[in-house]
Each structure stands twice: as C-alpha cells, then as structure tokens.
C-alpha cells in the first residue's frame, strides 16, 4: 500500500483501499478473462452477476422489504430532486418538506415545478444549524409525502430520529446511507447518490416503494419514469457499469466489517472522539447544535477565518486533506464517512491539540 | 498484457489496453498523491485539470468551433432522447425526425411529448437495413430541426454522408463519434453515450450551439436545461469523474494514433477488410444495402438461424467474443470500433473462410 493521505472530503470520498485495489486488477482484466471490467457488456453474464449481487447485498445490509425495488440510477442526487415530484405529484397534490440545508432548498425548488409544496419547517435563518423536534412543524393531512434531507453535509447535521409523522416520508440519504440501522417501511422513496459512502460518483441509488411506480403522469419521458427502470431490473439503457461494480465492492467489504449496525457503532465512536476535540477546547465552536450534530461531517470554526486558513495550511501539509468547510458557509470541516479510517481522527485531533495549543 | 480476447461487443466495447493501465494506476494512486482517482473531490485542482483537459482534447481532435458548448453529462444518450426536444421545442413548434433504427424511433416517441413531429422517411418496412438518400425526404422549413442517428448500432447503417436539408442538424453520434472527420458548423446539438468510442459507460458528451441555451421554457428541471450544466462547466452537480477521466485518456491515445482523419482512414481498412469476407462468400450474406454500410458494426447473416448459433459458438471458444447480434434481428454482429485491433478482424475474416469451407 502506498502512502496514504487522510481524505476528509465531503465527496467524491475516501473509500477503502482493498476496494481500489480490486478495481485496479478488474479494470485490466475482469476475473481472468481476457477482457476489462469497464469493456464488458452490460448484459453479458459476467456483468449481470455483478449487478445482481449488487443489489442483493443493497437488500441484505438495509434489510429491504420485498415491496420495494432497488435501482441504479443516473445523473446523481440532483436529479431525484425533480424526479420524485414528477413521479408522485402532479395538479392539485400537496407535499410537505423540511428545509434543513442547500440540498433540500434546491429540492423545494424543483419540487414547486410540479405541486403544491409545503414548507413546513426552515433553519434557515440560524445558517441551518439544526433539524427540527417533532413538535417544531405539523404535516398536512393531504400531503402525498414528507420530504426531508436526512444528513446536510454543508452543514453538519443530521435527523437523529426519522419523522413520525406524515404518512410516507421520502429521503435524501446521500451523505449517511449505510451509516446506520433504518426501518424502511417508514419511506416511500429513499435515494443517495453514492459518492460518499457508496462508492464513486455516477450512479444513484434509489429504493422505492412498488406501489408508487403506477402514479407517474402520462406526459413523464420514459427515462425519467422509476416504472421504466424498476421493469427492467436498471438495465433499459446501459447503466453505468464501473461505478455499479464499485458500489457491489463497497457493500461487501461492509458486510465483512459486520454490516451496518457494527458500522454505526464505530461511527458513533468515530464522531464522539472528533466532537470531544470540538468541545474540549474553547479555541474550537462547533457549527450545529449539539442534538441536530452528523456523525458524517463535523463542522467546525476557529477564532477567525485567517486562523481557519492557517489551520487548513498546516493540515494539509501534514497529510490531512479536504478540511476546508463549504464555500457557502466557510469554516472547517471534516467528513469521516464510513471507509473513513479511525486512526485518521486520533492523529487529527492531536494536531487539533497542538494547534490550538500553539495559536490560542 | 494478459492474454486479451477479441471483444467485438456494441457497447461497452473493447478500449485500449493503455487507456486500461493507466486507470487502473490512477484508481488506486492518483498520480503518486497517496489518493485515488475516485476518492478525488470533483472541486479539487488535480480533477479539475482532468476535466479541462478532456474537454480541450475533444475541442481540439472534432475542431468544435468556439461558439459550441461542451459537456459532459449523465443518463446515457437515451436521456437526451427527451432532453432535446424538451429544451428545443414546445407548443407549436415542430422538427423534422429520420426514422433509421431503434434509437431514432425511441427518440421519435419522446420528442412527441414536446412537440409537432414529422417523421420524414423510414426504413422499418425493409428492417431498417438502409439510410436515405438526399433526394428520398423533405424538411419543412419551420423545422427547428432536423434529427438522425448518424450510426445505427444495431442495424450496422451509418450516414456516409450528412444531410444538407435542414437550417440545423441534431445528431445521434453515440456510435461513431471520434470516428470520422466532422464539420460540426452543421449541427446545432450532437451527442453520444461514451461506451462505444470514448470510454466506459456513466458519461454522455453534448456539443451544443450556444444560441440553443436560451431557448428552454421555463417549466424545465433546473437538471434538465442544458444552460445549466454549460453556465458551470459540467459541474451544478458531482460529474461522474471516473468516466470523464477515462474518456480524457481515450482521446490522448486516439490522439497518438493521429487524430480523427488517421481513425477514419484505418477505420475504412478495417471495415473493408470484413466486408470483402462477407461479400466474397456465398455463404455470407450482409445485412445493410452497400450504400448504407457502417464502418463500425458490420451485421451479416449465415444461411440459417442453426448455423449462426453454430459459428457464434464456436467463434467464443475460439475468443472472438460478442458476435451474437441483437436480439431484436438476430445473426451476427461485428462490432469494430476505433480500439478494436486490425490483427482482430485480419484472424476473424480466416477463420469466417474456415467455417464457409467446413458448413458451406
């Protein structure tokens, strides 16, 4: 293994080596067989087994109930902003949404295009530091679905709990599926794009309820109907194959970590240690609110903002990558998705220390 | 090199064994940065640079004239299917489609959701085996457009020539861009699924006429308005890097080999090579009439359905891989795109004299 850096990019994001290292011999020369992983047929047998073992382990690890279907989508977290109204809205139907970051405002936006949309909750104005109680918004009767972004990487923070209320929800898990235990009977449609803890950029996973594939309007173009990829098992158009391959890699080095649950308790310990850096030191103030805190991005400000620069400098230069907070709201941050390693964050809380220690 | 087998596969095809290399060093060590290609943020300068490479390479190598866009999206060249006519037309506003194969004619059923469209010659009845003649259609002059496919995969017919009908072509090109010289001033929008002559599957390149980026009505997807992935450089949201990055190593080596015009030159020897094993032998007959042939998928027929399956299968053994042709016409298909060695097609017209001499 080379020497590696310690990538805390928000995503495309660190994934773990043995899964590089076996796309590195696939993309050569797939299984031994004389062809590269990325030159196969996507209906060729070979590939076909890829894909399906992709989404059995999608079904295994989240525990999918047999109502739903798995797709591999195209064209990224994004996309789905306009596709689940589309699909499940149309004149006269309502939804509710709760507006806790970027992701979620530019879904309320698209979704505007085709319902009448609810904005039930807003952070908005506190620079989304926080996700609302149950008590804080009430979710109108009529509305088809409650929409919520569960982790807003910009942002740091994340729905401990999932909304009881409302009577499906839909979710942008991008940034923390397969972070934790979910009860996927709760949603309609979950979706995550899967460069943060799925794999690489370029393919969306989708998880939708079968009874919702039958409302999409008649003018919906076929590609953009979750019917017409559900029917043929992803496979309408050629999917993309790299990036599916990967994500089935991904999953399976999960499941020999012990799967989901074990990967959440050692999420729990990998954020634990990052925030007791935060708290420890006065030097350092966390962004969100400790309730509404992410196990997968935890963002953070130094005294100034040219204290936050030197401190992303020396980082850097130490080894320690991708610190720099969003543009949209400065700071620091650091994204410790699931392959993101714990001896990374032992090692940067120590410079956290030092750091602080020399400039406070 | 592994021993490699000979991949004529319609796509995802055969690349080069350097482009595979090199991305497979890359995945696991982005140029000895102690992070792999995929890990990368999209936003980071060392992706940034892959991106503004690629995109140069494909404005140098197709000589893109300066007031055309070029980008690089997701959804396969099936999602530009409804794209085009939902950014170009509307209510009213009518185009002019040439119905050669499956792909125009699933083009043809989206465009019908936007628009007025006159299908102005086909070639279903006779299975698609041919393309028109200049003198065999008509365009209205309040067309905004004039649609084809320049290559049809699956029927093995290309385009010999360009339409001059029309004031603006919008061009299909998935299966043989980068295979031929081009005059792109004629066109308002080409593009192409990369899985044939560029790359692996994941990534779609649009070349489009500025002036066209403000002709979107309003009720479009933020997604789906070309303007807004061109106003960003293919980057509103995370662009499939891996893809991307691969087609920018695609077009290094094409690039190598001499350009577009020395492609295209080998291209026409490759192809005539195939074609005089096909016409030279009673035994073989073509698919497509001879005015209409493609340079890239070279669709034949043996004298029965029993001895087809009999040379396919024995083809594979001998590992001439993936001449089974489609599904939807049967017989055999050599798919021969610009990574598809001569040596290939020289091994495989012998040992098509083989099997005449053996069954004929």
Redesign the interface.
């Known amino acids: 293994m080379?020497?590696?850096?310690y990538?805390f990019?928000?995503?495309?994001?660190?994934?773990p080596?043995s899964v590089?290292?076996e796309?590195?011999?696939d993309?050569?020369?797939f299984k031994?067989?004389?062809?590269?992983l990325?030159?196969?047929?996507?209906r060729?047998k070979e590939f076909m087994a890829v894909a399906d073992e992709t989404e059995a382990l999608v079904r295994e690890l989240l525990e999918v109930p047999e109502n739903y279907k798995v797709l591999f989508l195209?064209?990224?977290?994004?996309?789905q902003?306009?596709m689940i109204p589309?699909n499940l809205l149309g004149a006269g139907k309502k939804a509710t949404y709760l507006n806790t970051g970027t992701w979620t405002r530019?879904a309320i936006?698209?979704a505007k295009?085709f319902g009448d949309i609810d904005v039930a909750y807003s952070s908005e104005e506190s620079s989304f530091n926080r996700v609302p109680e149950e008590d804080e918004y009430t979710v109108d009767r009529s509305s088809e679905y409650l929409y919520l972004c569960s982790n807003n990487t910009i942002y740091g923070t994340q729905f401990a709990q999932f909304p009881g209320k409302g009577s499906m929800l839909v979710c942008d898990m991008s940034s923390d599926i397969f972070s934790r235990s979910l009860d996927i009977s709760r949603f309609g449609i979950i979706f995550a794009?899967a460069?943060k803890n799925m794999?690489?950029?370029?393919?969306t996973l989708v998880i939708i309820r079968e009874d919702l594939l039958d409302s999409t309007p008649d003018?919906v173009?076929?590609?953009?109907r979750y019917k017409t990829h559900a029917d043929k098992g992803s496979m309408?158009?050629?999917?993309?194959?790299?990036?599916i391959y990967?994500v089935g890699r991904v999953l399976t080095w999960l499941k020999e970590q012990g799967g989901v649950a074990a990967m959440q308790q050692r999420n729990e310990e990998k954020a634990a240690l990052l925030y007791e850096a935060v708290d420890g030191n006065d030097f350092y103030r966390g962004h969100a609110e400790k309730a509404s805190r992410s196990l997968m991005n935890v963002t953070f400000n130094l005294p100034t903002p040219e204290l936050e620069a030197e401190f992303i400098a020396e980082a850097a230069a130490l080894?320690f990558?991708?610190l720099k907070g969003h543009r949209s709201i400065g700071g620091c941050r650091a994204s410790i998705y699931n392959a993101f390693p714990k001896e990374g964050i032992e090692k940067l809380v120590a410079f956290m220390a030092e750091f602080a220690a020399k400039k406070g």
């Open positions: 080379p020497k590696r850096i990538n990019s928000a995503g495309p994001a660190t994934l080596y590089l290292e796309a590195a011999k993309i050569v020369n031994d067989k004389g062809i590269g990325i030159e196969m047929s996507h060729s195209q064209g990224g977290a994004s996309s902003f306009f589309m530019k936006k698209e295009l794009g460069q794999g690489p950029a370029g393919v003018n173009p076929t590609m953009l309408f158009n050629t999917p993309p194959t790299f990036a990967c080894g990558d991708g």
